[in-house]
């Protein structure tokens, strides 16, 4: 049974008033949320300046997590190239030779496989803190490529030829830093994945075809050699030689380095360090206000 009520299409809902009070308040209550975000935001980027009591200053570049797994991801492969390499190499007679004196192919897999879960654990560990800043904080990450990153790439291009007159200016991580990174996390997937096969490989020809053991061994090998390579050259120059980077390990960069190596990020840790004392000053005077205030009604006769 339909109702006989007919409702006039032209007829609309008498909208509620909104007073100019409680607009003010809205956006008062948006403009403290949006300062108090970025005051939180100045202060974490504030606080990796530390000054000495020689008045100094150093910078924090890489926090405890980050050095940890540095160093678990310099111990793992170190022992996974030299244990690999060696089995890799023993049909000649001086590597087995010196397999032998390692004792021999039996334990270079043991030691090999172990340094291999080592290098997951880490590796699992990384992409969980990847995940984190993704979905958690909701932030790309500082090595999430930029297009300002092509734009450096082709300015350290012109100055290494002599093109340009200046190197350019980094921030957080250099487009080296950017380009080994990636390269990282792509030769360490590859690795972990055909390592697994060879290691489990009845497991994995449960879905994947015979050819995939031999193939997999081929790309381990080739990989293994490429990223040993790329290690003792392109990381060892850039980290060790061309500037002495001990950041990795220490944490902390001198003012002269961060200012040389990583001037964006320098200017903005300096903006961020006088934005928290200017808030600091302002809060503590509106303190001082308000208490002045809240002495002065105390005094006054009623």
Known sequence: MTSTKSKNPSQKHPLRRIPPEETAVDREAIKRRLLARRLREAQALASRMKILPDGSRIFLRFDSSARYQHLVLLISFTTLAITGLLQHFSHYPLVAQIANWFGGA??????HHVAAILMIAVSVYHVWTIFEIWFVKREYGAMWPRMQDFKDLLQMLKYNLGWAASRPAYDRFS??????????????????????????PVVFTWVLPGESVPISRALHSWEAILATLAILTWHTYHAQIKVRNQSIFTGYMTEEEMRHEHPLEYERILAAYDFVQKARQELTARKVMQERGAASEMASPR
Do not use: N
């Open 175 to 200: 487009i080296e830093e950017k380009l080994e990174y990636w390269a990282l996390l792509w030769g360490q997937t590859l690795m972990i994945i055909t390592g697994l096969i060879m290691w489990f």
């Open 106 to 111: 039996q334990a270079l897999r043991i030691v």
